[in-house]
């Protein structure tokens, strides 16, 4: 197998900013997977585990990044990955749960308890605040495994936190 590295750029948000990121790794013979990015504010963060060709290392990508103009000012870091690239059972998403509604202090410690509880994985996490003109609302996405056994049990207590909340859940079900 391939070696691994985890790629990692915090920096400031602009346009073309994954394609700077994407054509250099491309370039350099990089296969990407697991890949993620958000915009934070006016900040973005790329993470990816990067598939290195022989020869290829770590520091290398580092280097490479760092020279690149659209990545000025931005916290690059790249470093041998030391876990399995590829997930077990658990990295499966059989749920995405949105719940929106006001912003409420500790609604994601509360329901990644609820998860924990009937042993589901967060395989994914998005929390934003909305902007006025799209309502103000704080919306939280997870993408979570839910073993079949729990799935009844988990969602409705999920379900509930939310409504005594007073905050909407919406959930899609299905291996995605």
Same mark, same amino acid.
């Given at each position: 197998?391939?070696?691994?590295?985890?790629?990692?750029?915090?920096?400031?948000?602009?346009?073309?900013?994954? #394609? *700077? !990121?994407?054509?250099?790794?491309? +370039?350099? =013979?990089?296969?990407?997977? +697991?890949?993620?990015?958000?915009?934070?504010?006016?900040?973005?963060?790329?993470?990816?585990? @990067?598939?290195?060709?022989? =020869?290829?290392?770590?520091?290398? !990508?580092?280097? %490479?990044?760092?020279?690149?103009?659209?990545?000025?000012? #931005?916290?690059?870091? #790249?470093?041998?990955?030391?876990?399995?690239?590829?997930?077990?059972? #658990? =990295?499966? !998403?059989?749920?995405?749960?949105?719940?929106? %509604?006001? +912003?409420?202090?500790?609604?994601?410690?509360?329901? *990644?308890?609820?998860?924990?509880?009937?042993?589901?994985?967060?395989?994914?996490?998005?929390?934003?605040?909305?902007?006025? *003109?799209?309502? %103000?609302?704080?919306?939280?996405?997870?993408?979570?495994?839910?073993?079949?056994?729990?799935?009844?049990? @988990?969602?409705?207590?999920?379900?509930?936190?939310?409504?005594?909340? =007073?905050?909407?859940?919406?959930?899609?079900?299905?291996?995605?």
């Amino acid at each position: 197998m391939a070696s691994v590295a985890l790629v990692s750029v915090l920096g400031p948000d602009r346009v073309g900013l994954v #394609a *700077a !990121i994407a054509e250099h790794l491309f +370039d350099v =013979g990089v296969n990407l997977r +697991d890949t993620t990015f958000s915009a934070l504010g006016s900040g973005a963060e790329f993470v990816a585990l @990067c598939e290195l060709p022989a =020869g290829l290392e770590a520091g290398d !990508i580092e280097a %490479g990044l760092s020279r690149l103009p659209d990545l000025a000012g #931005a916290e690059i870091r #790249a470093v041998p990955y030391a876990f399995d690239p590829s997930p077990g059972p #658990a =990295g499966t !998403i059989t749920h995405r749960i949105t719940i929106s %509604g006001g +912003d409420q202090l500790g609604l994601v410690a509360r329901l *990644a308890e609820v998860f924990k509880q009937y042993d589901s994985n967060i395989v994914r996490l998005e929390a934003r605040k909305l902007g006025s *003109a799209e309502g %103000g609302l704080y919306v939280t996405r997870f993408a979570v495994f839910i073993p079949e056994s729990q799935v009844n049990l @988990c969602l409705a207590t999920v379900s509930n936190t939310a409504g005594a909340l =007073g905050l909407d859940c919406e959930v899609e079900a299905g291996t995605l």
